[in-house]
């Protein structure tokens, strides 16, 4: 394998310093646009898509303190006093409100609404009740309240979405308001292709995108629907034209329709990865997709370069700065070996362990029980989101965002999209500080 080195640092271009991002989840993404709108130039080094694509479409800010939260912006500093080792306590409610609005900005409100002062209530694939912050416009009229009277709609092809089960579980629910739904269930039959007798959401949404095949459908489901219902559907409704299928679809049934996230790869997080991603591309980031981080080079306490495994060669990046947005265990960036050590397999930075636990402790048999510490490993950072060890900087140009940071168990107090807007701004807004940035305008012309 060969080595192809690209001399990009500031020393080379003068007042356009050359940051690498690692990573295309939502912190990756959001700290390169956040980059490349400042002036800089950003290369955005990815393995896989990122992890939006699998969640809900939706933004977690925070849920549960365990308590069930309303306010999520506003609950976050209390949070963090009470929780010093989660990474709110370093990012701070302001950053993650920056990173929300930004968000917001970016991606349109075709995409997300709310502004994460308040939470709503959605109805999971299982019938449970979760708060979140922001939502996809298609699932609106899902918001859980009083009184409100829904059909789920299932559809006998979909193996992975059970209406009856959402149904009776959302019945039986009482509110965090105290109050009550009204819901039934109903099955129907839908083939996206023909004789396709087990589809993916992803088929049934670009089957839905075609306008012909979304009217039948529309008309097959009409006389299931009672007055005053509103329809939950599984999360399929349209790919590339779902605004027009929403509305055309409940047009025809005439009732509010809504969306349900089932299983991932999830249909609305589809859409906002692509959506993210093509704004990426759009705005001169580098997108280097399906390369892995092998290697980097060190000197006078910096990274210098990165090296990519690409195409039957290596490719050697020089930069002036690195946002390590990887992600977690789930993504590979961090691995538990067999002597129960764990490794960041990016760049090789030191991993910080829970207080008071170490190796043998790092798991326990409690399994329903308190969440495992291993949840909480990740690498540590000041409130730059730069990269330590024992408080000192590990290199002075390293930054982390995202699912990579220690401390936090997100999916159960449901801070994951909080936690990587959050860091991701004061991660990119750090790296633009130290390096000198041209204004904007003066980078569209520039071949990024």
Known sequence: MTTTAVSTTAARIGAQPHVVVIGAGIAGLTAALRLRRAGARVTQVTKGLGGIQLSQG?????????????????????????????????????????????LRDVAGEEFLVGDGDENVNLPTAVGAVRPTALIPPSMTAGVLHDGLKVVIIGIAQLKDFHPMLVAQNLERTVLPDGGRVQARAVMTDFEPRPNEFDASGLTFARALDDPKTRRTFAEGLKGFVNEGEAVGLPAVLGLDDHQAAIAEISSIIGAPVFEISSLPPCVPGMRLNEKLVTTVKTERVEFILGSK?????????????VTVGVAGHKREIACDAVILAAGGFESGALRLDSHGTVHDTVLDLPVKLPEGIDADTLTHEDYWGKPQPLFEVGVDVDSSMKVIKDGVPVFDNVYAAGGVLAGATRWQDKTGEGI?????????????AGLPVAAPAAQTAERN
């Open 293 to 305: 981080v092998i290697g980097r080079t060190a000197a006078d306490g910096k990274i210098t370069s």
């Open 420 to 432: 990587a807007l959050g860091s991701a701004v004061k991660a990119a807004d750090a790296v633009l």
């Open 58 to 102: 939706t933004i977690d800010i925070l849920g549960y303190t365990p308590d069930r939260v309303s306010r999520p912006l506003d609950a976050i500093d209390d949070y963090a006093a009470a929780h010093p080792a989660h990474p709110y306590a370093k990012i701070g409610s302001d950053a993650v409100r920056q990173g929300v609005a930004f």
